[in-house]
């Protein structure tokens, strides 16, 4: 490594700091720092200490430990006992299909998480979700694609409109969102019982509590012959994917979410409305559930009974934690679970009952909700939010690696990029008018008025 007099920051003593190139021995210890503190550690070893008390709960069953996990891996991933190859990968195939609706799900909950908001009505908007598509999906002639374009879009927008309640009561009277949306899971459940039993949503001639099936038109197309499952579900999974990391990543949207989930307080002394935020959080989050519901009604079973939902609006949540609401996180985390369901029916076959995967999946939230208690096991070091960027920079300018520091480099990078052009406009917040306790003035009045603790209006 060589000295490179560099153009660096200053130092504490006002000298120009010498940045010493780091080399690829600095970049591998960043690795290891940053992986030992990083969450994503923890949420690797929460499933690997799950699968070790769920060996010990089997052994105690008097069952194989090793058939049941080879059961499970035969269910889940490949089946070497196969009568072909398109039978050995099939188990793939499964864990894929029934990942589906718990990435969609999990991908809704997981925005909401991300602006502080904890939608835990996800199987009350899967429902609608379900019921508007198999409307479409049963009631409508329309061509192949677009049918079921449009039945998925109508799955969107009622599952949209149903978290928007949540949202608006939140936002306009202080509501918890918690309250609100559990008890819009019971309305949910009744409004479905409702429905199905009217004689416009039942097959003609029969009474039986089920919506017709969807057409052939509207149904998901199979992307493998039999024996596959899987169908364009898992393409609208991974489209609805990479919208979130869009939306949240790249938009103006996606950084007043961030900034609220952060602090709202702080969010709305930077004029961002977090009421407005609030709502629209919601309504992307109930969005991605309704694509979970058109998805079960469209694909998964083809019509609309009364446990459309099944357990996945309950699921998603574990699912949205486990991928520690990130899109990529999610998205593998749903594919995790699709394979716990694939893999417990032929995991029974060992003499295992099938609660053994809600054990594991209890248990996988369970650590996820105290990664202290994970980090002791491991004896881990605390968590901390320093990249392998800030490590390596850190390094290369001879700096204590703490974060501390690291919020330095935020502040300079931020200091660096200066103010914006002159000829970019930048938006003014309006302070003619602050509400100062109950009562509001103007912000032109006497100097001598004080504004402190006023809030926006």
Do not use: C
Not at 127 to 134: K, P, Q, R
Not at 312 to 323: E, K, P, Q, R, S
Not at 366 to 386: E, M, Q, T
Not at 418 to 429: N, W
């Amino acid at each position: 490594m060589s000295n490179q007099p560099t153009d660096a920051p200053l130092g504490a003593s006002g000298d120009p700091e010498i940045v010493t190139k780091a080399g690829f021995g600095t970049w591998l210890k960043g690795v290891v720092y940053t992986g030992l503190r990083s969450g994503w550690l923890v949420s690797i070893l929460a499933v690997v200490i799950a699968f070790a008390i769920g060996a010990l709960l089997i052994a105690m069953t008097g069952a194989s430990v090793t058939e049941a996990y080879y059961n499970m891996f035969r269910g889940a991933i490949f089946n070497p006992n196969g009568r072909n190859f398109a039978y050995q990968i099939k188990p793939l195939t499964d864990s894929f299909f029934y990942a589906i609706p718990l990435i969609l799900g999990g991908l809704g909950l997981a925005f909401g998480f991300r602006a502080g908001l904890f939608n835990i009505g996800g199987a009350g908007q899967l429902v609608f979700g379900a019921l508007a598509a198999a409307w479409v999906g049963f009631n409508y002639d329309f061509p192949p694609v677009i049918h079921t374009i449009l039945a998925v879009l109508a799955g969107l927008v009622a599952g949209a409109l149903y978290a928007s309640i949540a949202g608006i009561l939140k936002a306009r009277t202080g509501a918890n969102e918690v309250i609100v949306t559990i008890m819009l899971n019971s309305i949910s459940g009744l409004a479905l019982s409702y429905i199905l039993l009217q004689p416009s949503w039942q097959v003609p001639g029969t009474n039986f509590p089920k919506t017709p099936n969807v057409a052939d038109t509207a149904a998901m197309t199979p992307l493998l012959d039999a024996p596959f499952k899987i169908h364009s579900g898992i393409l609208l999974a991974i489209l609805a994917t990479v919208v979130f990391w869009w939306i949240l990543e790249r938009s103006t949207f996606g950084f007043e979410v961030r900034a609220v989930g952060a602090n709202p307080d702080a969010a709305r002394t930077a004029g961002i409305s977090v009421g407005r935020v609030t709502i629209l959080t919601m309504v992307v989050s109930g969005s991605f559930l309704g694509m979970a519901g058109a998805n079960e009604a469209l694909g998964t079973i083809g019509y609309v009974s009364g446990n459309v939902a099944g357990n996945v609006g309950f699921d998603a949540i574990t699912v949205a934690l486990l991928g520690r609401n990130k899109p990529i996180g999610t998205f593998f985390a749903g594919l995790l679970f699709g394979a716990f369901k694939a893999g417990g029916y032929i995991m029974q076959n060992a003499g295992v009952p099938i609660d053994m995967i809600l054990i594991l999946q209890s248990t996988i939230v369970l650590l996820i909700a105290a990664p202290a208690l994970v980090r002791w096991i491991f004896r881990l070091p605390k968590f901390n939010n320093i990249t392998l960027r800030q490590y390596v920079t850190l390094s290369e300018r001879g700096m204590e690696v703490n974060q501390v520091n690291a919020n330095a480099l935020i502040e300079e990078e931020v200091e660096r990029a200066g103010a914006a052009p002159e000829d970019e406009h930048v938006p003014v917040r309006d302070e003619s008018r602050i509400r100062v306790g109950e009562k509001t003035v103007d912000n032109d009045g006497p100097e001598d008025m004080t504004h402190e603790g006023g809030e926006q209006r």
